[in-house]
């Protein structure tokens, strides 16, 4: 299978499928979901009600991505995601994807909030 259309399929997966994953990474590692919510509310512009909207909707990323607005600084996130370097990929759908996963990362991972959102 070709990248483009591995692409494909990640960007028709539900949001929904995908966030609880999220949830239990952080939680496993003592942070909590509110936190959750402020690393993507931060990345994307959404709130409390439009992250379970999108969840419930099982809103594609793609669709996801499109409906976002998406936070001026997100560039300053880089880093190694899937043994990949953020900051290097082309694609832009896959570049705002692999922030979401990377901020997500530094959250389980115990990183300071004011540096995960790179204030």
């Known amino acids: 299978m070709d990248t483009s259309t591995r692409n494909e399929r990640v960007y028709r997966m539900p949001f929904g499928s995908v966030y609880p994953h999220y949830v239990n990474?952080?939680?496993?590692k003592g942070r909590t979901?509110?936190?959750?919510?402020q690393v993507i509310s931060w990345l994307t512009g959404f709130d409390d009600d439009d992250i379970a909207r999108l969840v419930a909707e099982e809103t594609s990323f793609e669709q996801f991505f499109e409906e976002a607005t998406l936070n001026p600084n997100a560039s300053l996130i880089t880093g190694v995601v899937c043994g990949?370097?953020?900051q290097d990929i082309e694609e832009p759908l896959m570049?705002?994807?692999r922030y979401m996963d990377k901020l997500v990362d530094e959250l389980a991972k115990g990183k300071a909030m004011e540096k995960?959102?790179?204030s």
Do not use: D, G, P, S
């Not at 979901?33 to 919510?37: D, I, S």
């Open 95 to 97: 570049r705002k994807l």
């Open 25 to 28: 990474k952080v939680e496993r």
């Open 84 to 86: 990949v370097r953020v």
């Open 33 to 37: 979901v509110a936190e959750l919510h």
């Open 116 to 118: 995960i959102l790179r």
